[in-house]
């Protein structure tokens, strides 16, 4: 079965940092680019970052540029999510996604999700 | 940045209804569109994929149409599962972006 599955999600204050992870399983890991997605609850969905198969190339959201690093380590099958300079508008649930790029970029693949809380 | 701007924000509906839902991007996506549905406390789940092919799984009553700017989501006949919030993403440009939602209620 493909999986990913998050984790590293916490409670953070205001100016703190976090890492997410997220461990993907039955699928080649190694071939596909992976997103992160977050979505405040109740809430509608912001994507936050992507990067290719090989990690050599990434992109960022506005909201998150200059304070997430999107990163991978393909010999372990796992993506992660660097977060510093932490805000109250960063609590989310954080969700890890693969990308499929043979349906055009669908996300074909998310985790259960991971909360991130932000607060004092 | 790309804009998504899904109506209607919330649709009540019946089981056996016919809905269809639209979304319109600020410029031409060409077919870059995906459709997703997520109920509440899950991830979202892919629906459909370049703007109209079902993906693996997902029950025939679904249907995407649309290229360019204006794209639409239908449900034949909806079925009691169907009930949830509803999703359009474009992947035309770097910067991903999705629709504020659908919420599709029983009436």
């Known amino acids: 079965e493909e999986q990913l599955v998050e984790s590293g999600g916490d409670l953070a204050q205001p100016g703190g940092s976090l890492r997410l992870s997220c461990a993907a399983s039955g699928f080649s890991f190694s071939e596909y680019w992976m997103h992160w997605v977050r979505q405040v609850p109740g809430k509608g969905m912001l994507w936050v970052s992507r990067?290719?198969?090989?990690?050599?190339?990434?992109s960022y959201a506005d909201a998150v540029r200059g304070r997430f690093t999107i990163s991978r380590d393909n010999a372990k099958n796992t993506l992660y999510l660097q977060m510093n300079s932490l805000t109250v508008d960063d609590t989310a649930v954080y969700y890890c996604?693969?990308?499929?790029?043979?349906?055009?970029?669908?996300?074909?693949?998310w985790g259960q999700g991971a909360m991130v809380t932000v607060s004092s | 940045d790309i804009q998504m701007t899904q109506s209607p924000s919330s649709l009540s509906a019946s089981v056996g209804d016919r809905v269809t839902i639209s979304c319109r991007a600020s410029q031409s996506i060409s077919r870059y569109l995906t459709w997703y549905q997520q109920k509440p406390g899950e991830a979202p789940k892919v629906l459909i994929y370049a703007a109209s092919s079902l993906h693996s799984g997902v029950p025939s009553r679904f249907a995407g149409r649309g290229y360019g700017t204006d794209f639409t989501l239908t449900i034949s006949s909806l079925q009691p599962e169907d009930f949830a919030t509803y999703y359009c993403q474009q992947s035309y440009s770097s910067v991903i972006t999705f629709g504020q939602g659908t919420r599709l209620e029983i009436k």
């Open positions: 996604a693969r990308d499929d790029r043979g349906a055009d970029d669908a996300l074909d693949v």
């Open positions: 990067i290719n198969s090989d990690g050599s190339s990434s």
